[in-house]
Structure formats: C-alpha cells, structure tokens
C-alpha cells in the first residue's frame, strides 16, 4: 500500500472572511499565503496549511488554468489542533487572555502532554497541544 506523508491542508468554514481573518492573524499570528473572496490559505508552522473558506461560497467545481477543483462546503462547529512547544504554553495562554479569548477547557494527558481549547468566531474548537499527546506526537 502507498503511504500517506502527512496531513497537508486543513478546511474550515466561517460565516465572515473579515472576521475569521482579524481572529487567525491578531490571535494567532498567521500569516497568509493567498487569499480572494471566498477564501483564506494561511500557512501553519512551515509545514500544513489552513483554509478558511467562506461558507456557501464554494457550492460549484472551481474551473483553475490547471484543472478542477470540485464542490465542497461544511456546517457545524468542528475541531482542530495546533501543535506548540511545551515551554509555549504559558505564553499562549497569557496572549490568548489579552485577546479575550476564554480557554474553555484544559486537559494533561498520560504521556505527559498538555492541552488547551477555546472558539474562534465560528465556534469552532481549537486545540493547542504539547507533545505528549499522542505515540507520535
């Protein structure tokens, strides 16, 4: 069997591009990589890269010079993680405070790694985790 390397792109889907983008920028310090009226890539760590997309915005295949990307969309809150550093963790809870930002939840797993949750403006949960988490992380 062919082995998957990783997981490239992340999609979420939010109600306000403006929103989304002050809330991933201000608050999490992304920086994009493109963007257009229906969608936001920002790159996450050098390595992944997280997509906003406008909900409702992408209901038709999208017809690029290089192929085609077909319809898709979401609805609900849904979850994600970001992986920090464990000695970031502290810092992100102090920055996530200055934001207002309310951590909602707080887990220390049994290999030693530490989780914090809170929302962004779609509601969606956003996790970020030390290693420790996983076997693998």
């Known amino acids: 069997m062919p082995q998957l390397s990783?997981?490239?792109?992340t999609?979420?889907?939010?109600?306000d591009l403006d929103r989304a983008r002050a809330f991933y920028e201000k608050v999490l310090g992304l920086v994009p990589l493109t963007a257009d009226s229906?969608?936001?890539?920002y790159d996450v760590g050098g390595r992944s890269v997280l997509l906003l997309f406008l909900r409702g915005s992408t209901?038709?295949?999208?017809?690029?010079?290089?192929?085609t990307i077909p319809p898709h969309d979401g609805s609900g809150p849904i979850h994600m993680a970001f992986a920090i550093a464990a000695a970031e963790l502290p810092v992100w809870e102090k920055s996530l405070g200055e934001h207002q930002v309310a951590i909602e939840?707080?887990?220390?797993?049994?290999?030693?790694g530490k989780s914090i949750y809170f929302r962004d403006p779609d509601n969606h949960l956003l996790e970020l985790a030390t290693p420790g988490i996983w076997a693998i992380y």
Do not use: S
């Open 6 to 9: 990783g997981v490239l792109e």
């Open 11 to 15: 999609a979420l889907y939010v109600d």
């Open 38 to 41: 229906r969608f936001l890539a």
């Open 59 to 67: 209901p038709e295949t999208i017809q690029l010079p290089g192929g």
């Open 105 to 112: 939840g707080r887990t220390d797993w049994p290999r030693g």
